[in-house]
């Protein structure tokens, strides 16, 4: 079992900058990856940006070059800078953890909201 909670959401000014961050109930090394997904009003959930156990990186095109996930393995957290934020950027964003053994099995964190104002 892994718990997920997020923090850090709340308003933003397009331009600006927010960091997420996501707290998990285990040692990161014990998790094969980890990310961030968000869900618009009206629109399905997306993916953001994630990180293997293998330290390789991914990040959707809407976001590379503004947005940089990293982990603190010390703390057991997950970051999200967000910079350069648009008002498209606006939605609830959602920690997400993998762990394939004994079973492939996906978490979830409850969401935190962000909103980017024009």
């Known amino acids: 079992q892994v718990q997920l909670v997020e923090s850090g959401g709340g308003l933003g000014e397009a331009g600006g900058s927010l960091r997420l961050s996501c707290a998990a109930s285990?040692?990161?090394?014990?998790?094969?990856?980890m990310g961030w997904y968000r869900q618009a009003p009206g629109k399905q959930r997306e993916f953001v940006a994630n990180?293997?156990?293998?330290?390789?990186?991914n990040y959707a095109d809407s976001v590379k070059g503004r947005f940089t996930i990293s982990t603190d393995i010390a703390n057991n957290r997950m970051y999200l800078q967000m910079n350069s934020l648009k008002p498209e950027d606006t939605a609830v964003y959602y920690c997400?953890?993998?762990?394939?053994?004994?079973?492939?099995?996906?978490?979830w964190g409850q969401g935190t909201q962000v909103t980017v104002s024009s």
């Open positions: 990180i293997t156990s293998g330290s390789r990186i």
């Open positions: 997400n953890a993998v762990v394939v053994s004994p079973t492939t099995t996906t978490y």
């Open positions: 285990r040692s990161l090394t014990s998790i094969n990856a």
